[in-house]
């Protein structure tokens, strides 16, 4: 069973900190590997895509990193705030077929 | 542009009843996916849609089942709902096949079955 692991669950920072969040996955064949935001009760929100033939993807101040070698993604968000408190997913397709694998997610807590 | 919308965005229904969950994409979006999110099984693929044809589906019994439109609205349907149905309902869009292209996703439909 192909699995993606997101750790930890949770994660408290103060305003400002440069903070990572890892992404990593069992399965090779990977075609594109994507980062969501989701806020309490709300759907998903789409911060960066990343193909397999790319190294990074770059928003604002969000960089997404694949490494599929490693089976590692990682984003990378700078400057923390408030509002960048939410749940964090990471998720992929592979070629084969049309889901998308989600991980279940990184609850982020950014303290004023 | 307007985003994902998905209708209605809450539902309360009894065991035994069917539901339809409605989802419209972004404009000239032609790929509709499903997902079922829940605490404790996270998110998990229902099936997709692209030019009306249902080209992939999760591991969900038959009761679950959908269709599109020439529109690429879609909607979802669960016959006989059961008390683990309780979830909240995501659509994604795509311009084209949603494993090639960044996926889009709705507000989600909150379903709450009694």
């Known amino acids: 069973k192909q699995e993606v692991t997101q750790i930890p669950a949770a994660l408290s920072v103060p305003e400002g900190e440069n903070l990572v969040l890892n992404c990593s996955f069992t399965?090779?064949?990977?075609?594109?590997l994507q980062w969501f935001r989701q806020d309490p009760g709300k759907g998903l929100t789409s911060l960066l895509l990343?193909?397999?033939?790319?190294r990074e993807q770059t928003s604002g101040r969000l960089n997404a990193s694949l490494d599929k070698s490693s089976g590692r993604s990682t984003l990378y968000i700078a400057a923390s705030q408030p509002g960048d408190s939410a749940t964090y997913l990471c998720?992929?397709?592979?070629?084969?077929?049309?889901?998308?694998?989600f991980g279940k997610g990184i609850t982020l807590s950014v303290r004023p | 542009k307007a985003g994902v919308t998905q209708t209605p965005r809450y539902l309360i229904k009894t065991r035994g009843q069917q539901v339809t969950l409605s989802c419209s994409p972004i404009?000239?979006?032609?790929?509709v996916s499903w997902y079922q999110q829940t605490p404790g099984q996270g998110l998990q693929f229902l099936f997709e849609?692209?030019?009306?044809?249902?080209?992939n589906k999760g591991n969900f019994p038959g009761r679950f089942s959908g269709r599109q439109f020439s529109n690429s609205r879609s909607e979802m349907n669960v016959s006989t709902l059961e008390l683990g149905d309780s979830a909240l309902y995501l659509c994604?869009?795509?311009?084209?096949?949603?494993?090639?292209?960044?996926?889009?996703f709705g507000p989600g439909t909150r379903l709450t079955v009694t």
């Open positions: 404009s000239g979006h032609r790929s």
């Open positions: 998720a992929y397709h592979t070629g084969a077929n049309s889901k998308l694998t």
């Open positions: 990343i193909q397999s033939s790319q």
């Open positions: 399965d090779s064949a990977i075609y594109n």
């Open positions: 849609y692209f030019s009306e044809t249902q080209r």
């Open positions: 994604a869009s795509s311009p084209g096949l949603a494993y090639s292209y960044e996926q889009y």
